[in-house]
Every structure is written in C-alpha cells, then in structure tokens.
C-alpha cells in the first residue's frame, strides 16, 4: 500500500508563510479532492490567506508555480493528475511536471509540494485524492510537505546564512 511508512508530523504554526497552490483542471472530481485536502493542511497549519491559482492541466503547473516563486511566496504546492493511456503523452507530461517543479524549487529556493498523481487508472487517482472513500490524501501531504520544507529553509537561511 502506498504510503505506508509515512513519517507522522503534528501541524505546526505557519501563518507567517506565504503559500499558494497552483492546481489543473483535468479529472475534476479528483482536482477537487487534492485541492480540498490541501486547503485542510493550510488550515490546520494556521495558513491564512493562501492563492489558489488553476491551469489547464498538469504539464502547465511549472511554469505558474515559477511565476508565484519569482512573486516571493514562500511555498508553492503543485496539484495535478496524469492517467496513463494508449500513447507516450503520459510519459512526456510526467516527466516535464517534475523536472520542471524540481527546477522551481532549485533556481528559486522555494520549497515546492508535489501533489502530481501519475496513475495507471482513475480509480487509483481517487483513491490518493482525499475524498471521504479515499485511502489516501496526497493534496493534504502535499501542502503538509511544502509547509514544513519552508519553516526548514527559513530556520537554514536564518541559522547558516546569515
């Protein structure tokens, strides 16, 4: 089962971070599940006023996510969904998501959620999505991860860079 092993973190208070969540807009019953469960995170993790951004689909989360970090958030949670199908496209959006989310976080120092489902059927998408039958919540890990990723970068830069 995915997620087993999963460390246990308590929310901690992040309401000084400035965070937005850049979501696509294909699979919309399971966009609605991440974006719902990451909304759950920003508020148990005291975020106040996150920006919710939506593009067309998961290949154009990167190039937004790299607009709200040159804006100066704090955090950016990327959520998407790939279903794998007859052709290479699934392979090619893959790919281009993460590297392209990777090279965010890398070139601005910003910490980046990763909330892209890469499934093999829908049925496993809801199933990650956090909906009420879902076995998992990967919107909520996803923003629950960029939140802690930032509280670490702001502790490192405070500690070692100054």
């Not at 999963?6 to 400035?18: F, G, I, K, S, T």
């Not at 990327?78 to 959006?93: C, E, K, N, S």
Request: include cysteine; glycine fraction near 8%; proline fraction near 3%.
């Amino acid at each position: 089962m995915a997620g087993h092993g999963a460390p246990e973190q308590r929310p901690v208070d992040c309401h000084e971070l400035r965070v937005a969540v850049v979501a696509a807009s294909w699979h919309e019953q399971v966009m609605d599940g991440l974006i719902d469960g990451a909304r759950r995170a920003l508020k148990d993790y005291r975020v106040e006023e996150p920006k919710v951004v939506r593009v067309p689909g998961t290949f154009e989360l990167a190039v937004v996510a790299d607009a709200l970090a040159r804006k100066g958030y704090d955090a950016v949670v990327a959520l998407g969904v790939v279903i794998r199908g007859g052709t290479p496209h699934f392979d090619y959006v893959c790919s281009a998501a993460t590297d392209g989310l990777n090279r965010v976080a890398l070139d601005h120092q910003v910490a980046v959620g990763f909330g892209v489902l890469t499934c093999d059927t829908e049925e496993q998408a809801l199933d990650r999505a956090g909906l009420e039958e879902s076995r998992e919540d990967k919107g909520y890990e996803a923003a629950a991860a960029a939140l802690v990723t930032a509280q670490t970068l702001r502790y490192v830069r405070r500690a070692y860079l100054d």
